[in-house]
């Protein structure tokens, strides 16, 4: 079976509805609390790749830090808004669920049931 892994918030409710609707399937996902634990430049292109985004895409624009960084400029780089994204992991959209090559953002939540194996 394809491993699983879950970027997670718990205070998010989008974020618990996809976990809950993984265990529901008898799915018991490795549970990533990226605010806890970010990941790297490298983990977050290689999320990027398996997602098809840009970074740009995956930043939450409604957050504070996203304003306060003035990242709405069009002349940020990719590595730039990868590397604010590292420095503020609150910035990524989250659930990001993975499964093996692919990945997909569980926004809504159902969207995580797309690339199960």
């Known amino acids: 079976m394809t491993e699983l892994t879950l970027y997670h918030n718990p205070r998010c409710s989008k ?3 996809a976990l809950e609707l993984l265990e529901a399937r008898g799915l018991a996902p490795k549970v990533v609390r990226y605010l806890e634990t ?3 430049a490298a983990e977050l292109r290689d999320l990027l790749a398996k997602l098809g985004l ?3 895409q995956l930043l939450r624009t409604g957050e504070d830090e996203y304003k306060a ?5 069009a002349d940020i780089s990719e590595d730039q808004l ?4 590292v420095a ?5 959209e989250r659930p990001i669920l993975v499964a093996g090559s692919k990945a997909v953002v569980g926004r809504p939540p ?3 049931l797309e690339i199960l194996p």
């Open 69 to 73: 960084l003035h990242l709405d400029a």
């Open 38 to 40: 970010p990941p790297n």
């Open 15 to 17: 974020s618990r509805g």
């Open 82 to 85: 990868i590397a604010a994204m």
């Open 54 to 56: 840009s970074a740009r």
């Open 88 to 92: 503020h992991p609150k910035l990524i």
């Open 110 to 112: 159902e969207k995580v």
